[in-house]
C-alpha cells in the first residue's frame, strides 16, 4: 500500500473524509471521545452565506466552480444559494459526509469544499444530502446508516453512475484535526469494492482507493500538484 493514503470525507463525498496512511495516523490520535456526540448546531454553520458560497467554489478551479451550482448549509439542511449552467454543484461538506465509524463524524470544525460533476451530483451527492436531513432530524449514527441502507435498497437513492467524480483542490479545506488541509486532490467514485481493477493502493500507483461500504463504493482518490487557486501543493510522494 502506498505510504500516503487518505480520507474519504465523502463524501463524501464528507464524503467526507476517510483517511488512510500519514493522514489516517493522524486522525487515529485525535482524542475518540471528543467527539462523542452532534455540537450544537449554531457551531456547523457559517453565518456568512457569501462566505460560504466562496468557500463552496474553492473547491474546483474558478474555470470549473465559478459556472457551478453552489448549494449552503441552512437549519433545514443544503440549499441553493447560487444558479449554474454547466452540470457541476459545489458545496462544503461538514463531519458527517465521513463514515458513521468515523471518529470526527461530529466535528463541527470540518469544512470540506467540494464540487461535483454532474454525474455525482446526480448520484452521489444525494446520499450526503440525505445524511444531513437525518442528522438536522437528530438522528443517532445508528439511525443515519440504517434510513440510508433503507434508502439504497428502496432505489430512493439512485444507482451510482460510473461517469460520477468530484474535486478537493481547496487551500481552505479542514478535513479533520488530523489531516487539516492535507492536499488538493480529485475524486473517483466506482461501485463495489473496486480498488483492485484500478491497480490501486499498490507501490508506485498514483491511485489511491478506500471502500467505503456505507456509500456502496469505492472512492478513488489521486493527488493534484495545485491548489484551485493555482498555488504549488505539498509535495507528492509514492
Not at 166 to 190: A, E, I, R, T
Request: overall charge neutral.
Amino acid at each position: 500500500m502506498p505510504k500516503n493514503p487518505i480520507i474519504v470525507l465523502t463524501l463524501p463525498c464528507l464524503f467526507v473524509a476517510t483517511f488512510t496512511s500519514i493522514a489516517h495516523r493522524a486522525h487515529a490520535q485525535a482524542p475518540q471521545a471528543a467527539y462523542a456526540a452532534m455540537a450544537p448546531l449554531n457551531q456547523y454553520l457559517i453565518a456568512d452565506q457569501n462566505a460560504e458560497i466562496a468557500l463552496a467554489r474553492s473547491g474546483a478551479p474558478a474555470t470549473i466552480s465559478k459556472d457551478a451550482e453552489v448549494m449552503v448549509l441552512g437549519r433545514d439542511g443544503y440549499t441553493t444559494a447560487a444558479n449554474g449552467t454547466n452540470g457541476f454543484m459545489c458545496l462544503v461538506e461538514r463531519g458527517w459526509g465521513a463514515a458513521t465509524t468515523e471518529a470526527e463524524f461530529w466535528n463541527p470544525k470540518v469544512r470540506s469544499p467540494i464540487c461535483f460533476n454532474a454525474a455525482a451530483a446526480r448520484t452521489f451527492a444525494p446520499i450526503f444530502l440525505l445524511k444531513t436531513k437525518l442528522v438536522l432530524a437528530g438522528k443517532s449514527k445508528k439511525e443515519i446508516l440504517a434510513a440510508t441502507d433503507a434508502a439504497f435498497e428502496s432505489k430512493e437513492l439512485p444507482t451510482l453512475d460510473p461517469a460520477a467524480m468530484c474535486y478537493m483542490m481547496s487551500k481552505q479545506q479542514y478535513l479533520n484535526d488530523g489531516g487539516k488541509s492535507w492536499h488538493p486532490h480529485v475524486m473517483f467514485f466506482v461501485p463495489g469494492d473496486s480498488a483492485q481493477t484500478w491497480g490501486a493502493n499498490l507501490d508506485g500507483s498514483p491511485m489511491i482507493a478506500v471502500n467505503d461500504p456505507e456509500e456502496r463504493a469505492t472512492i478513488m482518490m489521486m493527488w493534484a500538484a495545485e491548489w484551485s487557486d493555482g498555488s504549488p501543493a505539498p509535495p507528492m510522494k509514492y
